[in-house]
């Protein structure tokens, strides 16, 4: 019915940069606010950054100043900007999406499979 895939995870150094990318698709009535939330190993998944339909954008102290969330609304994909990035910034990356859809007109988080980012040198 709705699906997220991400895509733009990889391998990089120290202090490069990735973008990540996620689109959804599916029987979307309307997108709302969408996020961006990581894993790192052995640890609990955790908020990086959200962006709301108008455009208003929450982030993780972590990430702030490093990371920049973006959407474009009209292809209901959001977007993860990450410089400077840090060994510590390594984790499988999750997209999720507060998403309305014509099979059950209520609102409901989805959440993409994932894309793994390792920052090593």
């Known amino acids: 019915q709705v699906q997220l895939v991400e895509s733009g995870g990889g391998l990089v150094q120290p202090g490069g940069s990735l973008r990540l990318s996620c689109a959804a698709s599916g029987s979307i009535v309307s997108v709302n606010t969408m996020g961006w939330y990581r894993q790192g190993p052995g640890k609990e998944r955790e908020l990086a950054a959200t962006i709301t339909r108008s455009g208003s954008t929450n982030y993780a102290d972590s990430v702030k100043g490093r990371f920049t969330i973006s959407r474009d609304s009209a292809k209901k994909t959001v977007y993860l900007q990450m410089n400077s990035l840090k060994p510590e910034d390594t984790a499988v990356y999750y997209c999720?999406?507060?998403?309305?859809?014509?099979?059950?007109?209520?609102?409901?988080?989805?959440w993409g499979q994932g894309t793994q980012v390792t920052v090593s040198s």
């Open positions: 999720n999406a507060d998403v309305v859809s014509s099979s059950t007109w209520r609102l409901i988080k989805y």
